[in-house]
Nanobody, 126 residues
């Protein structure tokens, strides 16, 4: 299984970015996916989770009403892409954004064996 994030970049405050997390591998639609972010010197923050069946779990109020998650599964089940649409970005949203995929993952639990991507950097200018 490979997990690759993309879509980060530099954006002005108030702007938007659409981040992608591509899970590649056999039966990729069987993976639940979480989005995280990390600011240097701070703990990793869990943002949103999309269960393999489509249910969404939010972990923080800081993104409420601004961030949303969606999913597109390839017909051959070899690739699943999760999108994190970020709106009304502020300087405090500047971070490295990561996704993690877990086979049959339960969004209410921590995942010890998840597959992680390398991250995509989001920089918001104030």
């Amino acid at each position: 299984v490979q997990v690759v994030e993309s879509g980060g970049g530099l954006v002005q405050a108030g702007g938007s970015l659409n981040l992608s997390c591509t899970v590649s591998g056999r039966n990729s639609d069987g993976y639940s996916v979480k989005w995280f972010r990390r600011v240097p010197g701070k703990e990793r923050e869990a943002l949103l989770c999309m269960h393999r069946h489509g249910a969404i779990t939010a972990y923080t109020d800081s993104i409420k009403g601004r961030f949303s998650i969606s999913r597109d599964n390839a017909r051959d089940r070899a690739k699943s892409t999760l999108y994190l649409l970020t709106n009304s970005l502020t300087f405090e949203d500047t971070a490295m954004y990561y996704c993690a995929a877990d086979w049959l993952g339960d969004c209410s639990k921590s995942w010890d064996g998840a597959y992680w991507g390398q991250g995509t950097q989001v920089c918001v200018s104030s």
